[in-house]
């Protein structure tokens, strides 16, 4: 079985704070994705690895940063938390090797780390 | 524009069929997941359609026409355990993302 771990399940921070969210998953996955979800609005994509030190931008990466500096492990950076980036944050990873690859593979999702900044 | 339409919430009885509807919009188009996401949990797979008809596996079924930009899961002999959010998720617009519906609440009563 896939699995994908996340470093807490709950989180509070104070509004300034640097705050680290770990993701580790123990497939050999290329790919890694950082998500946050909140009500009626469902998931969106912050930032994406498809190998080590690389990194790309989702749909809403402003205000965060992103780290892969091991296959198996994807760091969410919020450089000065604010209390708009209250949310449940999810780690998923997935194949193919490739961004550019023909074809989907499903998305294996880590628990999730519910984060409030007060 | 990017955009993956299905409704808020639905309820149905226990033992019942339930259609969860979702219409997609998107620039590309490589697949179309469901999964089910239990309140406080992380979203399982349900489902994977990329081509046009059904997919069956056991009580959960779906089905895709890429022509209309339209999916259905159909739930069938509900259970209580099935009362969780369905999210739609197409598969496109470029780097292997996902584009995410904001889910379908489903709540089954007794």
């Known amino acids: 079985d896939v699995k994908v771990t996340q470093s807490s399940r709950y989180l509070v921070k104070r509004t300034g704070e640097k705050v680290f969210l770990e993701c580790v998953q123990d497939m050999d996955h290329e790919n890694m994705f950082w998500y946050r979800q909140d009500p009626g609005l469902g998931l969106r994509l912050i930032y994406f690895?498809?190998?080590?030190?690389?990194?790309e931008k989702g749909d809403i990466p402003e205000g965060y940063s992103v780290s892969r500096e091991k296959k198996e492990r994807f760091s969410l950076i919020l450089e000065s938390a604010s209390t708009n980036q209250t949310s449940m944050y999810l780690c998923a990873s997935s194949s193919p090797p490739s961004p550019f690859g023909v074809g989907a593979y499903e998305q294996y999702f880590g628990p999730g780390t519910r984060l409030t900044v007060t | 524009g990017q955009n993956i339409d299905q409704p808020t919430e639905m309820t149905a009885t226990e033992g019942a069929i339930v259609q969860i509807n979702c219409t997609y919009q998107t620039s590309g188009f490589n697949g179309l997941f469901w999964y089910q996401q239990h309140a406080g949990e992380a979203p399982t797979f349900l489902s994977y359609n990329v081509l046009d008809g059904l997919e069956e596996k056991g009580r959960f079924s779906s089905f895709l026409s890429r022509s209309k930009g339209y999916s259905y899961l159909l739930l069938k002999e509900l259970q209580m355990k099935d009362s969780a959010s369905y999210l739609c998720?197409?598969?496109?617009?470029?780097?292997?993302?996902?584009?995410f519906g904001a889910g379908t609440r489903l709540a089954v009563h007794p």
């Open positions: 998720a197409v598969f496109g617009g470029g780097y292997n993302k996902l584009i």
């Open positions: 690895s498809y190998d080590v030190k690389m990194k």
